[in-house]
């Protein structure tokens, strides 16, 4: 959120409130002030507590690391429900990591869901 923000340059007046919101519990008396020079009467403590969208919480895209004998040489994108047999073959296929297979064969294959796979070949 602060590095986005950040790059931004900017924030709207929702975002900012709901932020003084969250940060309230751990920062009381700042946010008071913020909220205060907002132009709110009331104290932040009273107001309703941000509800989570869950919608935005998930990724459609996951980003899978790919090791060849423990080493990382490559990655590549898929969707978030990808099997370990979709990573397996679009790893393999990947053009940085498919030299490291010429002449090799996989001995055994370890797959971290929504993370990494890793080839040990010999």
Not at 9 to 20: A, Q
Not at 41 to 64: A, G, M, Q
Not at 71 to 83: C, P
């Amino acid at each position: 959120f602060v590095n986005t923000v950040y790059k931004t340059g900017e924030i709207s007046r929702e975002h900012f409130e709901t932020f003084l919101k969250i940060l309230n519990p751990f920062a009381p008396h700042v946010t008071n002030e913020l909220w205060e020079n907002l132009g709110h009467k009331n104290l932040i403590e009273k107001e309703k507590w941000p509800e989570v969208d869950v919608l935005l919480l998930s990724e459609d895209k996951i980003n899978y690391v790919v090791q060849v004998n423990g080493k990382l040489r490559g990655s590549v994108e898929l969707d978030s429900g990808a099997s370990e047999d979709d990573v397996s073959n679009a790893a393999q296929k990947e053009e940085n990591v498919a030299k490291y297979f010429s002449g090799k064969k996989i001995v055994k294959q370890i797959f971290v869901e929504g993370r990494l796979i890793n080839f040990v070949v010999k």
